[in-house]
């Protein structure tokens, strides 16, 4: 069965330092990854995704995702953080070649500390 | 292109009340998902559905229930409403296989 696990419930960032989110993945067979973020009392919004080709995935407001087969990881980053990037990170698979349903982790909470 | 859409946007129902959330995807969009969200236990897959039939289901009892219609929009029942079926409800569409789910705003369930 196909999990994902964050491991940090809480990730606190000096505003300007660069913040990473945590994010690895079980599934047999190759993944879909993607990250999505959720702003107070408002839905998932895609951030971006992982399907094949280049480790290094660029996504919306600046952020970037490293994917490593190896560690099973797909770390969030972002090189310099924004007061407005605080919010709730979500990291989810589907399996690559099935109709399968997405799985989330449970999500971290960013703080940028200004 | 509007977006995913669920109403309404809150509700409050009294244990032992039944409850149906809506859902219209994306125009286009064939896959539509839900999903339970609470603080303690993150986001939680109830089923998809995929031109009119249920595709992937999740570990919910029988009291959740849903169906998609012709024109793909969907409707999620829960029965015998529970304290613990207080959450915000998700519902997200998808042309499926490689492309991303778009979320709704959610439906907030308060059960008293």
């Known amino acids: 069965a196909q999990s994902v696990a964050q491991p940090e419930d809480q990730v606190n960032v000096a505003e300007g330092n660069p913040l990473t989110v945590k994010c690895t993945y079980s599934v047999s067979g190759n993944p879909y990854l993607f990250w999505y973020v959720q702003y107070p009392n408002r839905g998932l919004q895609f951030l971006l995704k992982y399907i094949t080709g280049d480790n290094l995935v660029k996504g919306s407001y600046g952020f970037e995702a490293e994917f490593n087969k190896s560690q099973t990881s797909f770390h969030l980053k972002k090189p310099s953080a924004l007061v407005s990037d605080s919010a709730l990170y979500f990291c989810?698979?589907?399996?690559?070649?099935?109709?399968?349903?997405?799985?989330f982790g449970k999500g971290t909470r960013l703080h940028i500390l200004p | 292109k509007a977006g995913v859409t669920q109403t309404p946007r809150y509700l409050i129902k009294t244990r032992g009340q039944q409850v149906t959330l809506s859902c219209s995807p994306i125009s286009g969009h064939r896959s539509v998902s839900w999903y339970q969200q609470t603080p303690g236990q993150g986001l939680q897959f109830l089923f998809e559905y995929f031109s009119e039939t249920q595709r992937n289901k999740g570990n919910f009892p029988g009291r959740f229930s849903g169906r998609q219609f012709s024109n793909s929009r969907s409707e999620m029942n829960v029965s015998t409403l529970e304290l613990g079926d207080s959450a915000l409800y998700l519902c997200?569409?998808?042309?499926?296989?490689?492309?991303?789910?778009?979320f709704g705003q959610g439906t907030r369930l308060t059960v008293v």
């Open positions: 989810a698979v589907r399996h690559m070649n099935r109709d399968d349903k997405i799985i």
């Open positions: 997200a569409s998808s042309l499926g296989g490689v492309l991303e789910a778009f």
